[in-house]
Nanobody
Framework: QVQLVESGGGLAQAGGSLRLSCAASGRTFSSYIMGWFRQAPGKEREFVAAISRSGSGTNYADSVEGRFTISRDNAKNTVYLQMNSLKPEDTAVYYC?????????????????WGQGTQVTVSS
């Protein structure tokens, strides 16, 4: 099993930046595909970005492509989400997730472990 703890959320102005971090427990972090999802009030949780076990492969939602960057440091058991050019519509609770598998998935049902979430609020 793996436990995930997100940090780095907060308030930003439109056009600004934030970096989210997700620290994982355990010694097998590098065996998990990692993903970021978000959920805005009244909406379903949606895929944001995911990264392969080695970090060589990534996948992004169209809405964040070119603005957000996912990365990981397997030595530190941490995955990051660098968010630039933030928009008010990026406001949501952001969740880190881990998936047992070999292929990146954009489906939330494919992920086995979840963090508690961190709030990101972007003001216009």
């Amino acid at each position: 099993q793996v436990q995930l703890v997100e940090s780095g959320g907060g308030l930003a102005q439109a056009g600004g930046s934030l970096r989210l971090s997700c620290a994982a427990s355990g010694r097998t972090f590098s065996s998990y595909i990692m993903g970021w999802f978000r959920q805005a009030p009244g909406k379903e949780r949606e895929f944001v970005a995911a990264i392969s076990r080695s970090g060589s492969g990534t996948n992004y939602a169209d809405s964040v492509e070119g603005r957000f960057t996912i990365s990981r440091d397997n030595a530190k058991n941490t995955v990051y989400l660098q968010m630039n050019s933030l928009k008010p519509e990026d406001t949501a609770v952001y969740y880190c997730a881990a998936r047992n598998g070999f292929v990146i998935s954009t489906s939330r049902t494919a992920y086995d472990y979840w963090g508690q979430g961190t709030q990101v609020t972007v003001s216009s």
